[in-house]
């Protein structure tokens, strides 16, 4: 069964930093694309950043791009997501994704970590 | 980016009726788009890929279809466990972008 954990949610303030981090089991992690996609309170989705299964390719929502900085390390079956110069409109719950093999979309989500930015 | 349009933002049924959302992509994507069920406090779930592929475990009752620019999410039959915001997800270029959601709520 997949399983991905995210943690390392927190309050940070306007303009401060925060590492989440994303366990994965279940799956071969190494041979599947990753994503994180957020949600604000009471909006909808909004697709943020995704990896690819070696790590080499990143891409970026428009939103977060210079901001936000996608990472993985297969040894330890781990998608990370640094966040700096975090504003008030990155509050959202942040989900961990695995990418559905070979045909783009999602099949397998995180339960969702809170990150609050707030003065 | 490309920008996904749903229509309508929310909807009213009742059990059992026959239901059909819209997603309309700003350029053609080919037929790269996904539909996902939320229900709240609960992350999304694919229901479908490739525009009218079933992800495995989805009920028949639901079906995609389009391709190029216009999609359609159709509910055969509304069942309560279905009362739900539904998305629409292009994967044809980054970044991904997701529509802005329907509710389906209960008539």
């Known amino acids: 069964e997949v399983q991905l954990l995210e943690s390392g949610a927190d309050l940070v303030h306007p303009g401060g930093s925060l590492r989440l981090s994303c366990a994965a089991s279940?799956?071969?992690?190494?041979?599947?694309?990753m994503t994180w996609v957020r949600q604000a309170p009471g909006q909808g989705l909004e697709w943020v950043s995704l990896?690819?299964?070696?790590?080499?390719?990143?891409y970026y929502a428009d939103s977060v791009k210079g901001r936000f900085t996608i990472s993985r390390d297969n040894s330890k079956n781990t998608l990370y997501l640094q966040m700096n110069s975090l504003r008030v409109e990155d509050t959202a719950v942040y989900y961990c994704?695995?990418?559905?093999?070979?045909?783009?979309?999602?099949?397998?989500w995180g339960q969702g970590t809170l990150v609050t930015v707030s003065s | 980016a490309i920008q996904m349009t749903q229509s309508p933002s929310s909807l009213s049924a009742s059990v059992g009726d026959r239901v059909t959302i819209s997603c309309r992509a700003s350029q053609g994507i080919r037929n790269d788009l996904g539909w996902y069920q939320q229900k709240p406090g609960k992350a999304p779930k694919l229901l479908i890929y490739?525009?009218?592929s079933l992800q495995s475990g989805v009920p028949s009752r639901f079906s995609g279809s389009g391709s190029g620019t216009d999609f359609t999410l159709t509910i055969s039959s509304l069942q309560p466990e279905d009362f739900a915001t539904y998305y629409c997800l292009q994967d044809y270029k980054y970044p991904w972008t997701f529509g802005q959601g329907t509710k389906v709520e209960i008539k």
């Open positions: 990896i690819g299964s070696g790590g080499d390719n990143t």
């Open positions: 490739a525009a009218s």
């Open positions: 279940g799956f071969t992690f190494s041979t599947y694309a």
């Open positions: 994704a695995k990418e559905r093999y070979g045909s783009g979309q999602i099949d397998s």
